[in-house]
């Protein structure tokens, strides 16, 4: 038997590393239990009004976030806020299949064309490595706003 796994980072502001990864990777931030929220509502302003009826005080509210793969394919990923930052280089890090399928200049093509749309979210870009077949298929390495490295792939 299979099992789900949820992906949780240690953050400083969970609400922005969340809504940066929301957009890397396509997902979407769920709404607070039991609420039905219209069509273009903002989910993230649904958890602030969820979170201040429920006497959070505003200090509290940027502890936790989250974010789902809207079609359910994907892990949960969760975001908790601690006080430290980060100090060393990650043990596990998040490969971002950017290219699946491409090979050679096709698949470094459209890893820099990822590669900017994520800096222009705030991923700052460490180094790219170029295809070395047969074991290599090519990859940029980056970083997210707060520092954790991840590949594009």
């Known amino acids: 038997m299979s099992r789900h796994i949820q992906v949780t980072f240690d953050a400083h502001d969970p609400?922005?590393?969340s809504t940066f990864w929301r957009e890397a990777?396509?997902?979407?931030h769920p709404g607070p239990p039991g609420v039905d929220l219209?069509?273009?509502a903002d989910?993230?302003?649904?958890?602030d009004d969820f979170l201040a009826?429920?006497?959070v005080p505003e200090a509290e509210r940027n502890t936790k976030s989250a974010i789902e793969d809207p079609e359910g394919h994907g892990p949960r990923v969760f975001f908790?806020?601690?006080p430290e930052g980060k100090v060393a280089k990650n043990r596990v890090h998040l490969d971002v299949r950017a290219a699946p399928g491409l090979q050679g200049e096709a698949r470094m093509a459209a890893l820099e064309s990822e590669c900017t749309r994520l800096v222009t979210l705030g991923a700052t870009r460490l180094h790219r490595s170029d295809p070395e077949p047969p074991m290599n298929a090519g990859f940029i390495v980056?970083?997210?706003?707060?520092?954790?490295?991840?590949?594009l792939d």
């Open 15 to 17: 609400k922005s590393l």
């Open 25 to 28: 990777l396509g997902y979407i």
């Open 38 to 40: 219209p069509e273009g």
């Open 43 to 47: 989910p993230l302003a649904a958890w």
């Open 53 to 55: 009826q429920l006497g």
């Open 80 to 82: 908790q806020q601690v």
């Open 142 to 151: 980056m970083t997210d706003p707060e520092g954790n490295e991840f590949c």
